[in-house]
């Protein structure tokens, strides 16, 4: 399970490409709002407030140590130099001065990484004490295979949980729910149990666990990921981070969360596909891929690599793919100047492949001379002979092909 930041982000597209991610402050006021004990803090855009929320923060809490946290829509923030510790107001005001408007590059960003615009001001939670702290990783998310929810967690936080699940896979449990039931008692009690907590800290993990669950399904999410939870040293249980994935079609419920999207975190042609109704996700790689489908991108992705190419983007034009559409989504796709190619690749079901070859054919037509890359058209089903026919006679630069190999074939000859 040791994803490269591509395919984590091709996965996201193909199982979550409804779902809105949030920041860290934002998911641990989401989780607050539940009575899950979180670690405090105050979000800020500039020096000057980040050392009037650390004035405040002390004024509250009564901790003079801070941690300053990049807020970005990626992980892995504490090794690429987006997490540090300040122990006076000078050393707020300096990390945040450095920290603010930084390009932070981290194993989930795009390589050139996320351009900081927020920074997160929080207690210092490890402080030292009687005994020691430790960090415990926990995940909320939904069983694609048996329906249910369940409750991801480990002994081994802090860390990458995918390094863990291949090294360690002994140290993951999992707990899954019955949703007619909810999380039980007793199974609070079995996750405080593994983790190998006793007395207080043991009490204070099933309130968490029970209060985590409840804010997952309050709050719509598909995904929850608290890396890490917290022991602190006096055996509080909190989320020292949050990662919140709301699920976009219960959105209407959660007029408030709605208007926790961050644009800005957004990429400007997804942003596009969304107002046009289509679903389009940026990788690194140099085809641009049309499909109708996740499973079909699956498939596709495979294709690519056959080939020897690498995905530039994946665009999921859905159920219609008449011209109108097909020519949306050509341009939408040559936005990004890495692709030297395009594939389509559609299955005709209930859409006809003939039907969407005369979309491609128009849409070109009328683009003129907007395309210069070559493309390459599989489609299978429905009718696919009569709009490979259709497509030859076209005298348009596209290749066409109804099998997955002569597909693939055709996408490394113009490479
Ligand atoms: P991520 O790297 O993006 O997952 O960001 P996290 O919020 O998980 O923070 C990364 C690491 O920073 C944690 O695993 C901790 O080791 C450290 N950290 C976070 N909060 C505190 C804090 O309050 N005090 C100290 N000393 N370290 C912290
Ligand atoms: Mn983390």
Known sequence: MDFCATQRRFLNFVLESDSMNLHEYQGKEILASFGVNVQRGIVADSPKKAVEAAQSL?????????????????????????????????????????????????????????????????????????????????????????????????????????????????????????????LQAFQARKIAFNLGLSGFAFKEMTKFVSALYKAYVGSDASLFEINPVLKTSDDKIMAVDAKVTLDDNALFRHKDYAELRDLKEENPVEIEANEAGLNYVDLDGNVGCMVNGAGLAMATMDLIKQSGGDPANFLDVGGTADAARVETAFRLILKDPKVKAILVNIFGGIVRCDRVAQGIVDAYQNMGDAIKVPIIVRLQGTNAEQAKELIDASGLNVLSATAFEEAAQKVQSVL
């Open 58 to 182: 002390t004024e509250s809490t009564g901790t003079a140590w801070h941690v300053i946290k990049a807020q970005i829509h990626a992980g892995g923030r504490g090794k690429g130099g987006g997490v540090k510790l300040a122990k006076t107001l000078d050393e707020v005001k300096s990390i945040a001065q450095e920290i603010i408007g930084m390009q932070l590059i981290t194993p989930q960003t795009p390589p050139e990484g996320k351009t900081v615009h927020q920074i997160l001001i929080a207690e210092d939670v490890y402080y030292p004490g009687e005994s020691e702290t430790s960090e415990i990783y926990m995940s909320v998310l939904l069983n694609r295979a048996s329906g249910k929810n369940m409750i991801m967690y480990s002994t081994e936080g802090g860390m990458d949980i995918e390094a863990v699940a291949e090294k360690t896979p002994h140290l993951i449990f999992t707990e899954e729910i019955d949703p007619s039931l909810g």
